[in-house]
Every structure is written in structure tokens, then in C-alpha cells.
């Protein structure tokens, strides 16, 4: 297994209204993912306000992690203006095992 980092940033416009309506949902199924997700968290902007999100996963491959990205429900909302998906290398504090 790989690590991805999923790059997200929000539409400028709706993206904080789609993203507050769709949270719950995200969170569920940021759980329901388990062990797959290493750490998330969104991205804020001047005003503390969430601006995209920052999701790293475990994944077999590239197509694997641009599959699971693809269900995230900010995605299906159409939260994001960009969706960047990189493969990703823990140097520092990595926990044991990863």
C-alpha cells in the first residue's frame, strides 16, 4: 500500500455553502473509510473559514486513490473547483507501520 495526498480546493463562490451542506455526509464517509485515511482536515482561508481539503489516504494505487476521491460527497456536491491526487511519502513522525 501507497500513501496519496488528496488536494482539494474549494469553488470560490458556493464551495463553503455546498461543503456545510454536505458535512455530514463527508464525515460519514470519511469514517466508514476506516484505516484508509491516515489524517484529514480542511484548509481555511483569512477568515477561518474552510477554502478545501487535505485528505491523505492508503491506497494500491493512483487509479485506487482517484476512485476512492471520486465518492467523497464534497466531490459529488461539486464543492471543488480543483482535485489534485499525488503520491505522497511520510519522512517525518511517520507512525509504525506506514
Known sequence: MS???IICTD????GLRL????RPKHLKWLEDLGNTVVAAGPFLDE????SG??????ACS???AREIA???????AGVFEHVEI?????????PAGL
Open 19 to 22: 461543503r456545510k451542506e454536505n
Open 62 to 64: 493512483l487509479d485506487k
Open 86 to 94: 499525488r503520491p505522497w511519502k511520510w519522512l517525518i513522525n511517520k
Open 47 to 50: 477568515e477561518g473559514n474552510p
Open 3 to 5: 500513501l496519496f495526498a
Open 11 to 14: 469553488k470560490p463562490e458556493e
Open 70 to 76: 471520486a465518492q467523497d460527497p464534497y466531490a459529488q
Open 53 to 58: 481539503s487535505l485528505i491523505i489516504i492508503t
